[in-house]
């Protein structure tokens, strides 16, 4: 079992700058890939960066690359997003996910393969 909270988000202007952090407990070191997905009132939940965590590799939503990093703390079983240049349409419910399978993607993993997901961190970005 693996259990995930989601902290960091807040209300900031246009241009500013947050860090989104997924603290891990249970079987996270065993995960396969750490993501972080948004949704937005009447949108669909879609995925904005994720990690494979053995090597490290990332993969980025076009809407935020070059603006976001995601990162990882194994020691502490912590996955980090951090978001610059914030945009009004970056505003939504942050999730962060776990993929205990073994599925690899060039890019973004679609939303089916995780696992695990945290509970949410709301991003406000007002112009």
């Known amino acids: 079992q693996v259990q995930l909270v989601d902290s960091g988000g807040g209300s900031v202007q246009a241009g500013g700058s947050l860090r989104l952090s997924c603290a891990g407990s249970?079987?996270?070191?065993?995960?396969?890939?750490m993501g972080w997905s948004h949704q937005s009132p009447g949108e669909d939940r879609e995925g904005v960066a994720a990690i494979y965590t053995a090597g490290g590799c990332t993969r980025y939503a076009d809407s935020v690359k070059g603006r976001s990093t995601i990162s990882q703390d194994n020691a502490n079983n912590t996955v980090y997003l951090q978001m610059n240049s914030l945009k009004p349409e970056d505003t939504a419910m942050y999730y962060c996910a776990a993929d205990q399978g073994g599925s690899w993607y060039p890019t973004l993993p679609p939303e089916y393969e995780y696992n695990y997901w945290g509970q949410g961190t709301q991003v406000t970005v007002s112009s």
């Open positions: 249970g079987s996270t070191y065993s995960s396969n890939c």
